[in-house]
């Protein structure tokens, strides 16, 4: 599975908002909400990768098949 | 966790529209709603001028103007590099991110006064000041070949918009009028700015409900981009203040208006100077995520931040 720089850029942002939305939580501070954002911005990404990437499979396989 | 009041009545507008409830908020009275927010921001502002002007308010205005020239430049390259936009696009974008919008201010503002903490109330200065370097740095990345530059059109558009021409028209009536002169006009502009924002934040839930729709139409980069440069503005806004040495509602007021993006003057500015520009994008960003996030997360996370690591 390969990721273009858009979707590297997705995951990485998402990851690095839900890391410090949940440091921050963790310290004290009122930032759970950025935490579920950064949680709901990560799962977006994924599974749009996943998705691309389960279709590209399987018009590889279909092109095998022919 | 309490929710400021006026926020209640954004989800209440933002899970309506989700709902497909038929709530028909006249396009006129929003219309109106905007003026009166932008004349009763600049004339508080305009009021309490006379009694901060000095040397350090005159350099707090230059770094704050070179701060709106800064910030869509540290968006454009994001929407260019990771968000693979076009030129055009990407300018228009992060004119957008440059700018800053009233109705967050708005709401931090009515934050602020529920939790009964003071800010320098010159502040709607600021908002003005902000509104315009980003239209010019968007329309200047946008066309980066100076002929194809209209200067005229440039600076009118920068300059003349209803947010920059009310606010800065605000400022300079309350500041010629003064508070006592102000106090005939205050049941208007002062006692009803609560209610007005409430109001105004009802349709707001509506319209940012019905942009959130099109994210998927343009893809999570929009929603994360939307995310990530509030946090970034906020950051520089924050630090700014820091360095100024404003109050704690000072700095959560600048801090704000970094995280902040525009969605009316902006938009009416762009769709004139780049009308091949894809307005959508740039208002799905702007409405469906940064000013939801904003008033939802951003400012009660900002007031956080700042409380306790500056100022407890």
């Known amino acids: 599975m390969s ?10 942002t998402s990851l690095l908002i839900l890391l410090i939305g949940s440091c921050l939580a963790y310290f004290g501070y009122s ?3 950025l935490a579920i954002t950064g949680a709901a911005l990560f799962v977006l990404s994924i599974s749009r990768v996943l998705r691309r990437s389960n279709r590209r499979n399987n018009t590889g396989e279909a092109q095998h098949a022919n | 966790m309490q929710i400021d009041i006026v926020v209640v009545f954004f989800l209440l507008g933002f899970i309506a529209t989700f709902l497909k ?3 028909d908020f006249p396009e006129g009275l929003y219309k109106g709603l905007v003026l009166f927010l932008l ?3 600049g004339l508080k502002g305009g009021a309490a001028l006379e009694q901060y002007f000095s040397a350090s308010l005159i350099i707090q205005v230059i770094a704050v103007l070179a701060f709106g020239f800064i910030l869509p430049l540290i968006a454009y390259p994001l929407l260019r590099y990771f968000g693979l936009l076009d030129r055009i696009n990407a300018a228009n974008i992060a004119a957008h991110y440059g700018s800053v919008s009233v109705a967050t201010y708005a709401v931090a503002v009515a934050f602020l006064e529920s939790k009964s903490i003071e800010y320098e109330a010159y502040f709607p200065l600021f908002v003005a000041i902000l509104e315009a370097p980003a239209i010019a740095v968007g329309i200047l990345l946008a066309k980066r070949r100076k002929s194809s530059v209209n200067v005229k059109g440039l600076l009118h558009e920068s300059l003349l918009n209803q947010g920059v021409l009310l606010l ?3 400022v300079l009536i309350g500041w010629l009028a003064g ?12 006692d009803l700015f609560h209610g007005a924002l409430a109001l105004f934040l009802l349709a707001m839930g509506q319209i940012a409900a019905r942009q959130s729709k099109h994210l998927i139409e343009y893809g999570t980069f929009i929603a994360t981009f939307g995310i990530l440069m509030p946090l970034i503005g906020g950051l520089l806004g924050g630090l ?3 360095s100024f040495g404003l109050s704690e509602g000072g700095t959560l007021l600048l801090t704000t208006l970094g995280a902040s993006c525009s969605y009316i003057a902006v938009p009416a500015a762009m769709s004139v100077a780049l009308p091949q520009a894809n307005q959508g994008i740039a208002i799905t960003a702007s409405l469906g995520v940064t000013f939801p996030f904003n008033v939802l997360v951003g400012i009660p996370l900002y007031y ?5 690591l500056l100022f407890s």
């Open chain 2, 21 to 23: 409830s038929d709530i």
């Open chain 2, 304 to 308: 956080s931040l700042i409380h306790k």
């Open chain 2, 179 to 190: 508070p006592q002169q102000l106090a005939s006009i205050a049941p208007l502009f002062k």
């Open chain 2, 168 to 170: 800065f028209g605000g």
């Open chain 2, 240 to 242: 700014l203040a820091w």
């Open chain 2, 39 to 41: 004349l009763a921001i």
């Open chain 1, 31 to 33: 930032s759970w909400m």
């Open chain 1, 3 to 12: 990721l273009n720089r858009t979707q590297a850029f997705e995951l990485f």
